[in-house]
């Protein structure tokens, strides 16, 4: 079955960049059923979609976000990432990737990843 | 934006209890919902699709309903791997957003 995993650094410090990527296996990345997304959720908090990208490219971003945020998409390499520019401390999240279905819902996640930002 | 609130925010319920979550939509959004269970430290597990589609392989003692601005998540008869927390989402438009969650506690 499918399965997701996030990868990148725990700690990045502020201002800098936070970069992470989302490794797809048992399952081909270049399907036009799906889409990928990003989510974040700081600690003891709810979710916050942060965007998503289709296979195509296509991307769509949180618009409290949209600025500082770049997804892309490794077909070759079974990858999506996120970049996220000019963190502060409140980035500090976990942050999972997930499979969307068109409009149906994310039913299937990664593990999640924990990232701060500190100096 | 589409913003979700999901009531009540905090229940407390006993093993075999019913159990009904509310989120209500600030505007129509179809039946474009899904529901979520997290367990701490773990990754959200999808439940409910388009409303009322049960995902695969979870118990058919979850059931969800609704359409426009209000939704909601029943659980027939509480378990004890039930106790968790539920997100509801609206899938209609972007951005995406999530319901500020509920958590079910043991009574």
């Known amino acids: 079955q499918v399965q997701l995993q996030e990868s990148g650094p725990g700690l990045v410090k502020p201002s800098q960049t936070l970069s992470l990527t989302c490794t797809v296996s048992?399952?081909?990345?270049?399907?036009?059923?799906?889409?990928w997304s990003w989510i974040r959720q700081p600690a003891g908090k709810g979710l916050e979609w942060v965007g998503r990208?289709?296979?195509?490219?296509?991307?769509n971003y949180n618009p409290s976000l949209k600025s500082r945020v770049t997804i892309s998409i490794d077909t070759s390499k079974n990858q999506f990432s996120l970049k996220l520019s000019s963190v502060t401390a409140a980035d500090t999240a976990v942050y999972f990737c997930?499979?969307?279905?068109?409009?149906?819902?994310?039913?299937?996640w990664g593990q999640g990843t924990t990232v701060t930002v500190s100096s | 934006d589409i913003q979700l609130t999901q009531s009540p925010s905090f229940l407390s319920a006993s093993v075999g209890d019913r159990v009904t979550i509310t989120c209500r939509a600030s505007q129509g959004i179809s039946s474009y919902v899904a529901w979520y269970q997290q367990k701490p430290g773990k990754a959200p597990k999808f439940l409910i699709y388009a409303a009322s589609t049960l995902q695969s392989g979870v118990p058919s003692r979850f059931s969800g309903s609704g359409s426009g601005t209000e939704f909601t998540l029943t659980i027939s008869s509480l378990q004890p791997e039930d106790f968790a927390t539920y997100y509801c989402?609206?899938?209609?438009?972007?951005?995406?957003?999530f319901g500020p969650g509920t958590k079910v506690d043991i009574k």
């Open positions: 997930a499979r969307t279905y068109s409009r149906d819902g994310m039913d299937v």
């Open positions: 989402q609206q899938l209609n438009s972007y951005p995406l957003t």
């Open positions: 048992g399952g081909s990345i270049n399907n036009d059923n799906y889409y």
């Open positions: 990208i289709y296979t195509s490219g296509s991307t």
